[in-house]
């Protein structure tokens, strides 16, 4: 019988790990907190929420919030009403609004559509031909010998934490991710089955936001994303992608994206957790989906004096289970790229969107919560954590949500906790905020679940 360790390699030769991504003690000191003992005012409506139809409860909202929020006839904003604010609106694409957050960017594609979504057109830029083919077999088991030896290292510092018992609260480390060489022996042997050819790398234009199910699927929701293990002097300041390519549509679905005159500053070494954006639609997944990361230093000077971290394509295999948090890592020669994640089985897409508007300078952080997230009770998706004053502020946030499980929206501001609570099929918030929310300014939010239809 094989030993431990050569069932391990013998595993590694599929390249998937599943075992060690969702381990039960892990810290990221910057993730938003549990912000729920701290609610301070937040009432339960007295009367059952209306249920209604699919369409009803948005053109319901729609009407609510432009009774609440009338535009006014000097507003500079591209829409006259909310109903005008919808995602994908072509108001807002003409006029160059860029009032809604948005990581969603427009590049030419290599799909045409048919009537069902799209048509692949035969392309690739997998750099399989530049290498031999008598070197494929070469290429594989150094790479499979390379992701065997991360995995023994990493089972060998779990057992370490292990043993020091149930009061040491040492974090276990996150599990390397199958993280692929610039070129498989797939790719050199011109395979269809390669990485390359099968999530259509070549192609860089974004995922249509308007695709997505109604009906509850495997979606894939993102928490955190940090860089790890490298040596900086700070501040510094890092952009670049970070971007899923899931079965539903091959074309990137944005997580993270900077251009280089928006880069992200990292003040210190010890708060270097990257801020995530939206995904511009919801993250479907049945068994894998790709990662795709290009993320540099901006320098001094142009472009060509800044240095790259990280740049790789890695896929996410979730045969294992699904409603567990994975803690994974895409290791790289200049840094590590740590993700926490989790795929959520039967859930629907969210669209959470938010008006906020200021009379006085304030920091805003609205955070959303989950049942399915709530394995970790200190954990949530950070939706916006920036200051506000004056002007409106409209962003929305795609989030996953299990079907028909609540969904929470925490505003802090100032010390004060305020609380929406949604749930499909239900007409605006059965839970918000009382009056005192207005000391702070004027905020109305709400949620879209299942907006979309493809199939």
């Known amino acids: ?32 907190g549990d912000r729920r003992n701290g609610v301070e005012v937040a009432e339960l409506h007295d009367q059952p929420a209306r249920m209604s139809t699919y369409s009803d409860p948005c053109e319901v909202a729609r009407r609510a919030l432009d009774l609440m929020f009338p535009r006014e006839e000097d507003s500079d ?25 948005d990581c969603s960017t427009q590049e030419s594609s290599d ?29 594989e088991l150094r790479w499979a010998d ?69 009906e509850p699927s495997h979606m894939l929701q993102f928490f955190s994303m940090r860089l790890s293990s490298f040596e900086a002097l700070y501040p510094i300041s890092v952009y670049g992608i970070f971007a899923i390519r899931d ?48 993320l540099w230093v901006k320098k001094e000077g142009d472009e060509s004096d800044d240095k790259q971290l990280l740049s790789a394509y890695a896929e996410i295999d979730v045969h294992a289970e699904a409603n567990v948090m994975f803690y994974s890592r895409i290791s790289g ?11 959520l089985s039967e859930s629907v897409e969210a669209v959470i969107q938010v008006y906020a508007k200021v009379d006085h300078p304030h920091h805003v952080r609205f955070t959303a919560f989950s049942t399915g997230y709530d394995d970790y009770p200190h954990r949530g998706v950070v939706l916006f ?29 100032n010390g004060s906790v305020f609380q929406w609570t949604f749930q499909d099929e239900h007409v605006g918030a059965v839970i918000s905020p009382d009056d005192s929310v207005f000391e702070y300014g004027q905020f109305f939010v709400r949620v879209i679940f299942a907006p979309k239809d493809c199939q």
């Open 333 to 343: 020669d200049n840094c590590n790229l740590d993700l926490k994640y989790k795929v």
């Open 77 to 101: 904003d591209c829409w006259s009403t909310w109903s005008a604010r919808e995602e994908g609106s072509d108001d807002n694409d003409e006029q160059g609004g860029d009032e809604v957050d």
């Open 1 to 32: 019988m094989a030993s431990t360790e050569e069932q391990v390699f013998l595993e590694s030769r599929n390249l998937s790990y599943d075992g060690a991504h969702h381990l039960d003690n892990w810290d990221y000191p910057e993730d938003p």
């Open 247 to 294: 079965y539903l549509d091959r074309r990137r679905n944005y997580v993270f994206n900077r251009p280089r005159d928006d880069a992200v500053t990292i003040e210190k070494q010890d708060s270097f957790v990257v801020p995530l954006c939206s995904p511009c639609r919801g993250m479907y997944v049945s068994d894998k989906a790709l990662v795709e990361v290009d």
């Open 111 to 139: 799909y045409e559509d048919d009537g069902n979504c799209h048509v692949i057109l035969a392309e690739t830029n997998c750099p399989g031909k530049l290498y031999p083919e008598s070197e494929a077999e070469a290429i």
């Open 146 to 214: 390379r992701f065997f030896q991360r995995i023994i290292e990493h089972s060998k510092l779990c057992k370490e934490i292990m043993d020091l018992g149930d009061d040491d609260e040492t974090p276990f480390p996150p599990s390397p991710m199958k993280v692929f060489p610039e070129a498989t022996a797939l790719c050199i042997l011109g395979a269809k089955s390669c990485h390359h050819r099968v999530y259509r790398t070549h192609d860089t234009s974004t995922t249509p936001s308007t695709l997505g199910y109604r």
């Open 385 to 413: 954590d920036d200051k506000l004053f004056g002007h409106e502020k409209i962003f929305q946030h795609i989030v996953a949500v299990k079907a028909n499980e609540e969904l929470h929206v925490f505003l802090e501001v």
